[in-house]
């Protein structure tokens, strides 16, 4: 991986007066990123599951992010936390990021539902919105009884076992958010959560979570928007990336293959997020766009997309490659899953846009 320049670290004052950290590594176009759970300014620029993320955007922009309140390297002692509270932490920052012209917005899990009021807020300062694995209605707010009555679990866990030496409720927790994690990056994980905040922060702030609702501003938002989402994500399930999708006006979507909520170096999924994230930015050159989606697909794959790009129905496929037609149907569809697209048109015009050749 490239090196990318050292973070600078600052603070800022929230409209209440709470200490907010927030860092700006690399140079160009301003990507300020919303606040998400489990942050650490310092603690995750070296680690085994953030780090990828974080200097993938500082090699492109210059990226802002910020720990939010109650955690990380900002003000712990925030009192009881509020969602507005968390968009007007976003408005301090990006105050003092002091951006001279429209800027990207990036919005991570929770981070979505700021940036999406941030930018109905202020139409006029957001010139892109990304939101990968967010939602716009918490987990209180969505009409599912038993993930209801999980989280609420989760949520009395925290607030008596989140600092404990023992690692074995931050262990189920962290099995959520990455079960594909390596050991390293698992024990990471578990010791980001014990480093990043209280037991009582833990609980006040997922109970906070919990009732966030902005699915009545999603048609308001002008920014142009891409949605990604890991197509099997247990804390944040892909339906509610469709539901962002399919209620921001021009919203684009692409699903990416991954059991995990935070993705991780190496699988397939990353690459086709940093691949989609700099075509939406126009910073990939378009003869390189699409490389890493197809390097995920196998041989098999890659003929089937080939006579998909002719033309074929699955029947010809089959004829020709002397396998039957279920069997194409299930490539057909890992196909799509790899390269986030839902129809045949799409898999063909994504194929023959960027130069697919078996």
Same mark, same amino acid.
Request: glycine share 8%; aromatic share 10%; with cysteine.
């Given at each position: 991986?490239?090196?990318?320049?050292?973070?600078?670290?600052?603070?800022?004052?929230?409209?209440?007066?709470?200490?907010?950290?927030?860092?700006?590594?690399?140079? @160009?176009?301003?990507?300020?990123?919303?606040?998400?759970?489990?942050?650490?300014?310092?603690?995750?620029?070296?680690?085994?599951?953030?780090?990828?993320?974080?200097?993938?955007?500082? %090699?492109?922009?210059?990226?802002?992010?910020? +720990?939010?309140?109650?955690?990380?390297?900002?003000?712990?002692? *925030?009192?009881?936390?509020?969602? %507005?509270?968390?968009?007007?932490?976003?408005?301090?920052?990006?105050?003092?990021?002091?951006?001279?012209?429209?800027?990207?917005?990036?919005?991570?899990?929770?981070? &979505?539902?700021?940036?999406?009021?941030?930018?109905?807020?202020?139409?006029?300062?957001?010139?892109?919105?990304?939101?990968?694995?967010?939602?716009?209605?918490?987990?209180?707010?969505?009409?599912?009884?038993?993930?209801?009555?999980?989280?609420?679990?989760?949520?009395?866990? $925290?607030?008596?076992?989140?600092?404990? #030496?023992?690692?074995?409720?931050?262990?189920?927790?962290?099995?959520?958010?990455?079960?594909?994690?390596?050991?390293?990056? *698992? #024990?990471?994980?578990?010791?980001?959560? !014990?480093?990043?905040?209280?037991?009582?922060? $833990?609980?006040?702030?997922?109970?906070?979570?919990?009732?966030? #609702?902005?699915?009545?501003?999603?048609?308001?938002?002008?920014?142009?928007?891409?949605?990604?989402?890991?197509?099997?994500?247990?804390?944040?399930?892909?339906?509610?990336?469709?539901?962002?999708?399919? @209620?921001?006006?021009?919203?684009?979507?692409?699903?990416?293959?991954?059991?995990? /909520?935070?993705?991780?170096?190496?699988?397939?999924?990353?690459? !086709?997020?940093? %691949?989609?994230?700099?075509?939406? *930015?126009?910073? &990939?050159?378009?003869?390189?766009?699409? #490389?890493?989606?197809?390097?995920?697909?196998?041989?098999?794959?890659?003929?089937?997309?080939?006579?998909?790009? %002719?033309?074929?129905?699955?029947?010809?496929?089959?004829?020709?490659?002397?396998?039957?037609?279920?069997?194409?149907?299930? /490539?057909?569809?890992?196909?799509? +899953?790899?390269?986030?697209?839902?129809?045949?048109?799409?898999?063909?015009?994504?194929?023959?846009?960027?130069?697919?050749?078996?």
């Amino acid at each position: 991986m490239p090196s990318v320049s050292r973070q600078r670290i600052r603070y800022v004052h929230s409209a209440d007066g709470t200490q907010i950290a927030w860092a700006e590594a690399g140079s @160009g176009p301003l990507l300020i990123k919303a606040s998400n759970w489990l942050t650490h300014l310092e603690y995750e620029w070296e680690s085994p599951v953030w780090r990828h993320w974080i200097h993938f955007f500082a %090699e492109h922009f210059r990226f802002v992010r910020y +720990d939010e309140r109650g955690g990380g390297m900002s003000d712990w002692n *925030m009192g009881p936390p509020s969602f %507005e509270g968390s968009v007007e932490d976003l408005e301090s920052v990006v105050t003092a990021a002091g951006p001279t012209e429209p800027f990207a917005l990036l919005g991570i899990s929770q981070g &979505a539902a700021q940036s999406i009021v941030y930018a109905v807020r202020h139409p006029e300062r957001v010139s892109r919105l990304i939101l990968y694995g967010g939602y716009a209605r918490g987990w209180a707010r969505r009409g599912d009884t038993r993930s209801e009555r999980e989280y609420g679990a989760i949520v009395e866990l $925290a607030r008596v076992s989140w600092g404990k #030496d023992n690692p074995a409720f931050r262990q189920v927790f962290t099995s959520r958010f990455v079960p594909g994690a390596t050991d390293e990056q *698992m #024990d990471w994980f578990n010791e980001l959560c !014990r480093k990043t905040t209280s037991p009582e922060n $833990a609980g006040d702030l997922l109970e906070m979570r919990s009732q966030i #609702d902005v699915v009545s501003l999603l048609g308001q938002v002008r920014a142009p928007t891409l949605v990604v989402h890991a197509s099997r994500d247990s804390p944040c399930p892909v339906a509610e990336g469709r539901l962002l999708a399919a @209620g921001i006006p021009g919203a684009l979507f692409v699903e990416v293959d991954s059991p995990n /909520h935070i993705l991780l170096e190496g699988e397939p999924a990353w690459g !086709r997020f940093c %691949e989609a994230v700099l075509d939406f *930015m126009g910073l &990939a050159a378009p003869e390189a766009r699409g #490389d890493q989606a197809f390097d995920a697909l196998s041989p098999r794959e890659r003929a089937i997309l080939a006579l998909l790009a %002719e033309g074929l129905a699955n029947a010809e496929i089959a004829e020709r490659l002397a396998i039957s037609e279920k069997t194409v149907r299930n /490539h057909v569809s890992n196909v799509f +899953d790899k390269l986030g697209v839902w129809t045949r048109a799409q898999a063909i015009v994504f194929a023959r846009d960027r130069g697919f050749r078996e």
